[in-house]
């Protein structure tokens, strides 16, 4: 959403707009959110919001008095604001009162909740989400913003509240899986692992581990003199997928995979689609952007295609 809004109109504005009463009262009754939620105005949007996105994000909460949603929506946001310490920091606008921003932000419903960091809207949502996902949305912002704007850091640190990561609940699936691991037995990891995959196919930890298991157990069975023999017998698919495999076991990554690149160009059919499936499987150990990966990567799709 960043620059999709120009805000610096209002500031303009400010100052030749006609001194109004503020809005009726914030749905809250006001006063919620402590010193960190504010009632703002187009006489004070320059100070309130503008300048003060430029320490910490600012959330704007667009609100009307007949809009029943902004009314659950705007206690979960002061309550939030108060938790926050100055983190962040919370402006309520009454859009009746305040038309022009409302016209700046574009409103079209509400309620409506935008972040402003440097003068700026980086993100926004609409309607009275559960207040979970509404803390999910600020913790967010946070996170992807404490680096640049150190007063958010700041004022964690003296409200006690610095956010630390959360560890994630152990799921009990892969700890069975490690546990054997740990214990070397590595049919009972494989099976494991295959469990979560019949469960959930497109579970990323799960494809990267069952991946490593079984390299685990070839690498167990790996002779390095297979090598040399595969030297001697380039036409011996098995012998190459083995020595690909001894030379990946004593970290030879690049002669394994140039090993089965050649391999691929050679062979056609069957063998050619085993050794595709073992050389992305060496591939799976890898992370995706390892040089070596996309490297080879590369090198396979110029011989397959």
């Known amino acids: 959403?960043?620059?999709?809004?120009?805000?610096?109109?209002?500031?303009?504005?400010?100052?030749?707009?006609?001194?109004?009463?503020?809005?009726?009262?914030?749905?809250?009754?006001?006063?919620?959110?402590?010193?960190?939620?504010?009632?703002?105005?187009?006489?004070?949007?320059?100070?309130d919001v503008i300048e003060r996105s430029m320490q910490v994000p600012v959330v704007v909460d667009l609100w009307a008095d007949w809009c029943e949603p902004c009314k659950q929506l705007s206690p979960v946001l002061e309550r939030a604001a108060a938790a926050g310490g100055g983190a962040w920091v919370l402006a309520r606008i009454d859009v009746d009162a305040n038309p022009r921003i409302a016209q700046a932000f574009?409103?079209?419903?509400?309620?409506?909740?935008?972040?402003?960091?440097?003068?700026?809207?980086?993100?926004?949502?609409?309607?009275?989400?559960?207040?979970?996902?509404?803390?999910?949305?600020?913790?967010?912002?946070?996170?992807?913003?404490?680096?640049?704007?150190?007063?958010?850091?700041?004022?964690?640190?003296?409200?006690?509240?610095?956010?630390?990561?959360?560890?994630?609940?152990?799921?009990p699936r892969f700890t069975a899986a490690e546990e054997a691991l740990e214990v070397g037995d590595l049919d009972a990891a494989e099976a494991a692992y295959q469990a979560i995959l019949a469960a959930e196919p497109a579970n990323e930890q799960a494809l990267a581990a069952l991946s490593q298991v079984r390299f685990l157990a070839r690498a167990e069975k790996a002779d390095p003199a297979s090598i040399e023999l595969a030297d001697a017998e380039p036409d011996n698919v098995d012998l190459q997928l083995a020595a690909a495999d001894a030379e990946v076991a004593i970290?030879?990554?690049?002669?394994?995979?140039?090993?089965?690149?050649?391999?691929?160009?050679?062979?056609?059919?069957?063998?050619?689609?085993?050794?595709?499936?073992?050389?992305?499987?060496?591939?799976?150990?890898?992370?995706?952007?390892?040089?070596?990966?996309?490297?080879?990567?590369r090198a396979l799709a110029r011989v397959l295609f």
């Open 106 to 171: 574009g409103v079209q419903s509400l309620p409506m909740v935008v972040a402003v960091v440097g003068g700026q809207p980086v993100d926004a949502f609409n309607g009275a989400l559960p207040e979970p996902q509404i803390k999910q949305w600020i913790s967010s912002l946070l996170d992807a913003l404490r680096e640049r704007m150190p007063a958010i850091a700041e004022a964690e640190a003296r409200a006690g509240t610095a956010a630390e990561p959360e560890e994630e609940p152990e799921d």
């Open 251 to 297: 970290d030879r990554v690049e002669a394994a995979f140039s090993r089965l690149v050649a391999t691929a160009g050679r062979t056609f059919g069957e063998d050619r689609d085993r050794v595709r499936e073992h050389l992305v499987g060496l591939f799976e150990l890898y992370p995706a952007d390892d040089p070596r990966v996309t490297t080879a990567r």
């Open 1 to 47: 959403m960043a620059g999709a809004v120009d805000l610096s109109a209002l500031k303009a504005r400010t100052e030749a707009a006609a001194r109004r009463p503020a809005g009726g009262a914030a749905p809250s009754g006001g006063g919620g959110g402590g010193q960190w939620a504010l009632d703002v105005t187009e006489q004070t949007f320059q100070t």
